[in-house]
């Protein structure tokens, strides 16, 4: 890659702390730091967020990518709606603005797939917004997902300190076990273990494997699962993946300290609060929300819309800077191959 990665970010919902986010983060040194960004989102609101924040910015618009100067304090924004300033109400989404949500998501994977950007940032969306604008989805994973024909993708939450992929998302903890399968979660290391390579550039990957009962089911004490289904698992993972070492099921209570000690590259984790519990306790600020097995690369923010505290100049931009970062390298590392 002769110029540094492209990178399309998306502003998120009008109605949270999105558009305010991405005034302060185009605004950092950071940005244009190895990345070149640019904003896919509305124009009116985008001039109302650096007004509401205060930082020395120009909202540029762009009708097509060609035309982005990446340049410090200059905002280039493709648009993609026409709202006034007006409809960006704090925690009141309307069918007009949860579309222009939509519209952003979209036309950038769009501009992902054609080849036109590197990679897509997206800024926190909104479940009741979604609904409000007809999708049939629940959030960004599954949109981009479709959009992209991907069959196979997980989410992974990632800072410095530690990675984690988890086999289940958003199911209620008495589904968790009947959704766990053998080759369910065989996937998801093997998953883990390609992109651990190909977007992290770590070419032996180490990932821990966590338990779903307390001490990894004690042999069978506290539940047979770990026997039944993640050990047969993890064997399979191993032939796929010869050049990983991939532990067997790990007690939960211990293995995300040994990740964060730098024993692990990342933990497969069987539920979502299994894994997000720990990562938000060492990555609250700087954690990066990123989705693996899509044909482009995308990572966002790993925290919502904060309804409570849209429009005020509160919210912190660190977890969009850290995406977009983490966007970059993914970017950087996949074009190395």
Known sequence: MTQPPLLALTMGDPCGIGPELSAKAFHSPRAYNGMRPF??????????????????L????????????????????????????????PGSPTVRTGQAMIECITRSVDLALEGSCDAIVTGPIHKVA???????????????ASRTRASEYAMMMAGDRLKVVLVTIHIPLRQVIDDLTSPVITNLISLTARSLKERFGIGTPRIAVAGLNPHAGEEGLFG????????PAVSKARALHPECTISDPMPPDTVFFKATEG????????YHDQGLIPFKMVHFHDGVNTT?????????????????????????????LS?????????RNRTAR
Not at 130 to 143: N, P, R, V, Y
Not at 224 to 231: A, T
């Open 130 to 144: 979604m609904k409000l604008a007809g999708s049939e989805f629940h959030g960004h994973t599954e949109l981009i």
């Open 263 to 270: 024993h692990f590259d990342a933990v497969v984790c069987m």
């Open 39 to 56: 904003l896919v989102g509305d124009e009116e609101i985008m001039k109302k967020a650096v007004e509401i924040t205060g930082v020395p």
């Open 323 to 331: 995406a977009m970062e983490m966007a970059a390298l993914q970017a």
């Open 58 to 89: 120009t909202v540029r618009r762009i009708d097509d990518v060609t035309e982005a100067v990446f340049t410090p304090g200059i905002m280039d924004l493709l648009p993609v709606s026409s709202l006034t300033r007006d409809e960006g109400v």
């Open 224 to 231: 047979d699962e770990e026997s039944r289904l993640i050990v």
């Open 292 to 320: 693996l097995g899509l044909p482009i690369i995308r990572t966002s923010v790993d925290h919502g819309t904060a309804y409570d505290i849209a429009w005020q100049n509160i919210a912190s931009e660190g977890s969009l």
